[in-house]
């Protein structure tokens, strides 16, 4: 294992006051995000979009590394440079989501599981070739009364852990990415409650494996009520919940958690990261954000997939990138919103 390249990569991607740009929409996600502006998404339209997105002057301020997908790591700007080479110019690590989604655990069941172990070792190879430092892998859970089941969460935390300990010695830095939806009508307690049997099982997997914690990067979800809850938490309750779920499950050697956003809007994504960073607890991580529609929504709405519209999306993600950066050290207030 090269740790002293790995040290370098999880040094760079979790400086302080930045985050990350999850920029690895698969085809069929990119699509829904287009279809949602009435934009055809044809190959050279989402290399348009992220070639937008990247070139976003001064972006470095507040993003560390970007998370991209397969085709966009092959892919270049108009200028001819490689869009991966374009982020290194900035100082902005570029990533790669590896997993290859989500199939069903068993016949019948609701539950999920990730697969993309195929050739992974090799992929990786390439993908180091191609600029990328680290990579992605998620894990889904669902909440319900009986969900996740015990198989479910021990089947993505192996799955987790195996593929950290592949892509650790491959040279690049694992984000491991155990996501528990928001989707449903459960409280933020039951939330609590599942996050943390879910991290249990992972930080105990990853500790088979041998995965060394401290070259590596953890993308939870926030402990919050379900979307369809009646009762939701505000900020500072989303906050303690969260933060005294992390305290119990994950060890210190973990140098940053960086939250996606996982559904919720691009404000309140902000304003609970704050929350989290303004308690005046002391924390041996981090706490950042990996954030994908929360940081690019508000962009691909002024986008609309417009030469003409290219300034007014990027100061759109900027604005949300620095935002989230003060987020970052517990500095955002929301008059913030109105200045930028
Ligand atoms: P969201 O922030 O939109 O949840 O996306 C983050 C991500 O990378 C999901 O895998």
């Keep these: 294992m090269n740790t002293t390249e790995l040290e370098a990569t999880v040094r760079a991607m979790t400086a302080r006051g930045k985050g990350l740009l999850a920029a690895d929409e698969s085809s069929g996600t990119i699509k829904k995000r287009f279809d949602s502006i009435g934009v ?11 070639q937008m997105l990247f070139t976003t002057p001064g972006l470095d301020e507040a993003i560390s590394g970007v998370i991209l997908y397969d085709e966009t790591l092959r892919q270049s700007a108009d200028d001819g440079r490689s869009l991966a080479s374009i982020l290194q110019s900035k100082g902005i690590v570029p990533g790669i989501k590896v997993d290859k989604g989500t199939i069903v655990m068993a016949p019948g069941s609701s539950e999920k599981i990730t697969e993309g172990f195929d050739g992974l070792a090799k992929r990786y190879e390439e993908y180091h070739q191609l600029g990328a430092r680290f990579a992605k892998w998620r894990a889904v859970y669902s909440i319900t009364d009986e969900l996740p089941s015990p198989r479910n969460i021990r089947l993505n935390a192996s799955g987790l ?11 690049l830095v694992p984000i491991v990415e155990p996501e528990v939806l928001m989707d449903g009508t459960h409280t933020i ?15 105990e997997a990853l500790a088979a494996e041998g995965v060394a914690l401290e070259l590596m990067v953890l993308k939870p979800n926030m402990v ?44 309140q994504a902000t304003e609970n990261l704050n929350a989290i960073n303004a308690l005046s607890a002391r924390h041996p991580w981090i706490f950042s954000f990996s954030y994908g529609r929360a940081l690019q929504a508000p962009a691909l709405k002024a986008w609309q997939g417009k ?8 100061n759109a993600v900027q604005k949300r990138a620095l935002l989230n950066g003060a987020a970052c050290r517990g500095e955002y207030q929301s008059q913030m919103e109105q200045a930028a």
């Design 40 to 50: 055809e998404s044809t190959e050279t339209n989402r290399r348009d979009y992220r």
């Design 161 to 171: 852990a195996r593929y950290a300990a592949i892509t650790q010695q491959s040279g």
């Design 189 to 203: 307690e039951r939330c609590e409650q599942v996050t943390t049997v879910v991290l249990q099982g992972v930080f």
């Design 224 to 267: 919050i009520s379900g979307k369809e809850c009646v009762v939701q938490a505000n900020a500072r309750q989303i906050a303690e919940a969260t933060v005294r779920c992390f305290r119990r499950t994950v060890p210190a050697a973990v140098p940053g958690i960086m939250f996606l956003s996982g559904g919720q809007n691009d404000v």
């Design 307 to 314: 030469k003409d519209n290219v300034t007014a999306a990027q």
